[in-house]
């Protein structure tokens, strides 16, 4: 008998809540370094009103207090999702490539386990996250991403 029992990855309130207990200090005190009120923090728990909607501000600070990236809050936030940071105007499909490049390749299919369907039920991170590693262990960009604008920096004349 299988059991399908996922764990849902922590939200940004959970996120708050342990920095909370691990700095051993009260919500009211959080929300005053965040520079937010607790009925807001209370609505956000409660799901009345969504990280979506956090100001950029405050998500700098959030990530601060949290010790995180800004791209992280933003990510755990629903802020940003996976597909911004690759530029592939179909993200599913890449991956569903990847994963058929992975199933075909003797060196990690029989790691491997998992049937399509399972592939496609995987939360799309998680999918990323395997590309990534399989990508790394191949030395070979799979997933297309964007370019990175480098400021141009001006020489110095002599």
């Known amino acids: 008998m299988k059991h399908d029992k996922r764990i849902d990855p922590p939200t940004l309130t959970d996120l708050m809540v342990l920095r909370c207990g691990h700095l051993g ?33 405050t998500l700098r600070k959030i990530a601060k207090f949290l010790g995180r990236s800004l791209v992280e809050i933003e990510l755990v936030a629903g802020v940003k999702s996976p597909e911004d940071f690759f530029s592939d105007t179909d993200l599913n499909s890449s991956l569903f490539s990847v994963y058929r490049m992975m199933n075909a390749d003797p ?16 939360p799309q991170n998680i999918q990323v996250l395997i590309a990534i ?22 020489k110095k004349s002599a």
């Open 25 to 57: 200090i009260q919500t009211q005190e959080m929300c005053d370094i965040i520079g937010i009120s607790k009925t807001y923090f209370v609505s956000l728990v409660n799901g009345n009103k969504r990280t979506e909607s956090i100001t950029a501000p």
């Open 107 to 122: 060196s990690i299919n029989q790691y491997l386990a998992i049937t399509s369907r399972e592939w496609n039920d995987l």
């Open 133 to 154: 590693l399989y990508e790394a262990k191949l030395k070979k960009d799979l997933l297309i991403r964007p370019e990175l604008l480098q400021k141009k920096t001006k």
